[in-house]
């Protein structure tokens, strides 16, 4: 084996370096994938709410705040259609109950949107 010039050892820590970055990000990624599997689901329950709480807080941004009876109203007509229940059976299904319950304590719907990241 020749042997390692001073010249040289910059260059494999370097390498060294840069490996453990690489791995480090690796496994950070995987052991995020794995929690969010084992991680307890929301309920159906939970899901309707944080789909409600998204349309209130879009309902808001797009045109003021409004009285309750006609976020009240806009949020029944919202649930009858197959558009809400997909997004809450899909929110079931990917969604973690952290994720869920940050969301529906989100002040706004930037926040709401970076919970489910």
């Given at each position: 084996m020749p042997a390692v010039t001073e010249s040289a050892e910059p260059a494999r820590r370097h390498a060294l370096a840069a490996a453990a970055v690489v791995a480090l990000v690796l496994g950070t990624v995987v052991v995020k994938r794995v929690a969010a599997r084992v991680a307890p689901r929301p309920s159906a329950e939970d899901c309707s709410s944080l789909v409600d709480r998204y349309l209130e807080h879009t309902l808001?941004?797009?045109?003021?705040?409004?009285?309750?009876?006609?976020?009240?109203?806009?949020?029944?007509?919202?649930?009858?259609?197959?558009?809400?229940?997909?997004?809450?059976?899909?929110?079931?299904?990917?969604?973690?109950?952290?994720?869920?319950?940050?969301?529906?304590?989100?002040?706004?719907?930037?926040?709401?949107e970076r919970c489910l990241q």
């Open positions: 808001w941004q797009r045109e003021g705040p409004r009285r309750p009876e006609e976020i009240a109203s806009a949020l029944e007509r919202a649930r009858a259609t197959d558009e809400h229940a997909r997004d809450a059976a899909d929110c079931e299904l990917r969604l973690t109950r952290a994720q869920v319950d940050c969301g529906i304590k989100a002040p706004s719907v930037d926040e709401l």
